[in-house]
C-alpha cells in the first residue's frame, strides 16, 4: 500500500515532469491515476496550484471524464461492456449473472470487497462479444461459465 508519504513524492514527479506541456491536466491526471490507482482528493489543491488553475476547474475536469477514480480501487476490477453489439450477444444476461455472482450492482463492489464491478461502453471487439476486461485483460465470447472460470481464477492468483 503506498503512505501518504510515497504518493507526494510521485505526485511531485508527475508535476515536474508534465506542468511545463501543453494542455497538462490530463497527462497529469492519468499518470497519477496510473501510479496511485485514483485520484485523491488531496491532490487537487496541488495540481491546480501547478497548473495555475482553480481547484474547481481541476475538480470539474476529474468528475467530467468516467476513466477517472477518486476512490482506492478494489483489488481487482471487472469491467462489462454494455455498448449495443455486445448487448446484442448477451452482455445485459451476463452483467445479471455477474451480479448475482458478485453479490453487487453495476459500479458497485463485490460482497467480499476485493473487485470492482463496472460497465464499459465498446472495448473495439464488437464482433466477439461479449467482451469484458478482468484487471487488464480483454477476454471475448464471454459467457455466465467462462465469467465464473475467470473470477475464481483472479482469486486463486
Ligand atoms: S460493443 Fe462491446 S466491444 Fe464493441
Not at 73 to 84: D, G, S
Amino acid at each position: 500500500m503506498t503512505t501518504q508519504q510515497q504518493a507526494r513524492t510521485q505526485l511531485q514527479a508527475i508535476l515536474d515532469t508534465h506542468r511545463h506541456e501543453a494542455g497538462a491536466l490530463l497527462p497529469i491526471l492519468h499518470a497519477l491515476q496510473d501510479s496511485l490507482g485514483y485520484i485523491p482528493d488531496w491532490t487537487v489543491a496541488d495540481i491546480a496550484q501547478a497548473l495555475n488553475l482553480s481547484r474547481a476547474e481541476v475538480h470539474g475536469v476529474i468528475t467530467f471524464y468516467h476513466h477517472f477514480r477518486t476512490s482506492a480501487p478494489a483489488a481487482h476490477n471487472l469491467q462489462i461492456c454494455q455498448a449495443e453489439a455486445c448487448q446484442a450477444r448477451g452482455s445485459r444476461e451476463l452483467t445479471a449473472h455477474a451480479e448475482q455472482a458478485l453479490g453487487c450492482s453495476l459500479h458497485g463492489r463485490s460482497s467480499s470487497h476485493d473487485l470492482d464491478l463496472q460497465p464499459v461502453y465498446c472495448l473495439g471487439l464488437c464482433a466477439t462479444g461479449p467482451n469484458i476486461m478482468l484487471d487488464d485483460k480483454l477476454v471475448s465470447r464471454v459467457d455466465a461459465s467462462r465469467l465464473d472460470r475467470l473470477l475464481h481464477g483472479v482469486k486463486e492468483a
